[in-house]
């Protein structure tokens, strides 16, 4: 038995070196991936099975080898074809698997060496209309079949072009190349692809520097995040907070507190609870209000909200902390009561935790959207991985962002947003993220490589 190994770029490069070396009855005896290629062992006049699974992958790669060449062949009598032939005779286009090829050897720089491949990639409109001239002498029972045969096989290879480089979220509309490669980067800022389609829909599409376009894209994803007309640590106000359990309300509550505390005093400054579901729901603000020197009212169940900001109307910022409930919480219904019932007195603030993943903001916002949800403020900055999850839920809901949190520490860790230095940090995280993984497969190869030599 004669056995070599082989190393190559990838696995048809492989069995092209095996077949060319050993010939046609060589069998693959192994194969593996390498860091930068594949690694075959082949063997010639091999007679011992050690089982079956062992001659099924046999079977299977001699299968393998035997369509690529297949196909190989097919390809090459595609590029042979002449211009002068017929533009579309029933054996070029009947097969979409032979145009799928003439494409892909056009997008690898080869040249279209027929007409045909050039009115497939000018539209299907012209398309027909080539056909119609080539048709002209058939009758209407000829031309019909095959003019439809061939408007089927044209919407399947425009539905894989568009699975290739589209948008697969509005596969009606196509984008171009560029625009497809700028989609991506927004879907690794991990940006909604709704969002992300208006962005790109309003690039110009002609333009071919990628950089160029990516940087407009970032201007409008920062015009296009809506951020709070005023500062509430400056203007005041009534706000009550709601979001998950664990999403930072309460200590954004005392950033809030102290900060007004800092710069205007304590005197027009309250604090209310709406938590009387959690053993010790109201220690943590308890401690805040003792520290400040500031009232803290708890309203029980069922309590009337107006009747306790009656109590407050001389305060100028009243924070009201709620609840984490579940939407299936029976006392979830009683807590959105209570704030509806204070009408316009109260703003109420969804509280995003920007660790969560972007469905669970969606849900979030979708949970709490009947308490009439009048802005939002972003926590756990310092914590999170990737923002344009958070930004897409506010840009698509036209949620203003009054705050932003990064930190737990009392009174600081806490900011008016700037949509321009949040864009830019979104790009950072995304780039750090691509390099991390990077670094991880390549150490991930680097560890595979020794242990296959025993190091």
């Known amino acids: 038995m004669k056995a070599k190994r082989f190393t190559a770029k990838n696995m048809q490069q492989a069995l092209r070196m095996v077949s060319d070396e050993l010939g046609p009855d060589a069998v693959i005896l192994s194969n593996k991936r390498l860091g930068k290629g594949v690694e075959v062992i082949a063997a010639l006049d091999y007679q011992e099975v050690a089982n079956e699974q062992q001659q099924a992958e046999i079977d299977r790669q001699l299968t393998l080898q035997q369509e690529l060449e297949q196909a190989k062949q097919a390809t090459g009598k595609i590029r042979q074809e002449q211009p002068t032939q017929a533009m579309l005779e029933r054996t070029d286009v009947s097969s979409t698997a032979a145009l799928k090829e003439a494409l892909m050897g056009i997008k690898e720089g080869t040249i279209a060496q027929s007409a045909a491949l050039e009115a497939v990639m000018n539209g299907e409109e012209e398309l027909k209309q080539s056909i119609n001239q080539q048709t002209s002498t058939m009758n209407s029972a000829e031309a019909e079949p095959f003019l439809t045969q061939v408007s089927d096989e044209l919407k399947d290879l425009k539905n894989w072009l568009v699975s290739q480089q589209g948008n697969a979220w509005n596969p009606n509309r196509p984008l171009s190349w560029q625009q497809a490669q700028i989609w991506q980067r927004c879907q690794d800022l991990g940006i909604d692809p709704s969002w992300a389609d208006k962005l790109v829909s309003a690039l110009p599409e002609d333009d071919d520097d990628i950089e160029k376009g990516w940087a407009q894209c970032l201007r409008f994803i920062a015009e296009d995040i809506p951020l709070a007309e005023n500062n509430m640590l400056q203007t005041g106000g009534c706000f009550a907070f709601v979001g998950p359990t664990g999403a930072g309300k309460s200590t954004t509550i005392g950033k809030l507190a102290a900060q007004y505390v800092i710069n205007h005093g304590s005197e027009d400054v309250a604090?209310?609870?709406?938590?009387?579901?959690?053993?010790?729901?109201?220690?943590?603000?308890?401690?805040?209000?003792?520290?400040?020197?500031?009232?803290?009212?708890?309203?029980?169940?069922?309590?009337?909200?107006?009747?306790?900001?009656?109590?407050?109307?001389?305060?100028?910022?009243?924070?009201?902390?709620?609840?984490?409930?579940?939407?299936?919480?029976?006392?979830?219904?009683?807590?959105?009561?209570?704030?509806?019932?204070?009408?316009?007195?109260?703003?109420?603030?969804?509280?995003?935790?920007?660790?969560?993943?972007?469905?669970?903001?969606?849900?979030?916002?979708?949970?709490?959207?009947?308490?009439?949800?009048?802005?939002?403020?972003?926590?756990?900055?310092?914590?999170?991985?990737?923002?344009?999850?958070?930004?897409?839920?506010?840009?698509?809901?036209?949620?203003?962002?009054?705050?932003?949190?990064?930190?737990?520490?009392?009174?600081?860790?806490?900011?008016?947003?700037?949509?321009?230095?949040?864009?830019?940090?979104?790009?950072?995280?995304?780039?750090?993220?691509?390099?991390?993984?990077?670094?991880?497969?390549?150490?991930?190869?680097?560890?595979?490589?020794?242990?296959?030599?025993?190091v």
């Not at 979030?364 to 923002?387: M, Q, R, V, W, Y």
């Not at 600081?412 to 950072?428: C, G, S, T, W």
Request: with cysteine.
């Open 271 to 454: 604090l209310i609870t709406m938590d009387n579901y959690r053993i010790a729901a109201h220690d943590q603000l308890k401690a805040f209000a003792r520290i400040m020197e500031i009232p803290l009212l708890v309203l029980e169940p069922n309590g009337d909200l107006t009747a306790l900001l009656d109590q407050l109307a001389d305060k100028k910022f009243i924070l009201i902390d709620t609840a984490g409930l579940a939407s299936q919480d029976p006392h979830f219904s009683v807590q959105l009561s209570m704030l509806k019932g204070a009408g316009n007195r109260v703003s109420t603030l969804l509280a995003l935790p920007l660790t969560s993943q972007a469905r669970c903001l969606q849900e979030n916002f979708e949970h709490f959207k009947p308490a009439g949800i009048d802005g939002c403020i972003f926590t756990k900055l310092d914590e999170c991985f990737s923002l344009g999850q958070a930004m897409s839920i506010a840009s698509v809901t036209r949620l203003p962002i009054h705050m932003v949190t990064d930190g737990p520490h009392i009174p600081d860790d806490i900011h008016f947003p700037n949509a321009e230095k949040m864009v830019r940090l979104a790009e950072q995280m995304a780039r750090m993220a691509q390099a991390r993984w990077q670094t991880s497969e390549v150490s991930s190869a680097m560890n595979n490589n020794f242990m296959q030599h025993g």
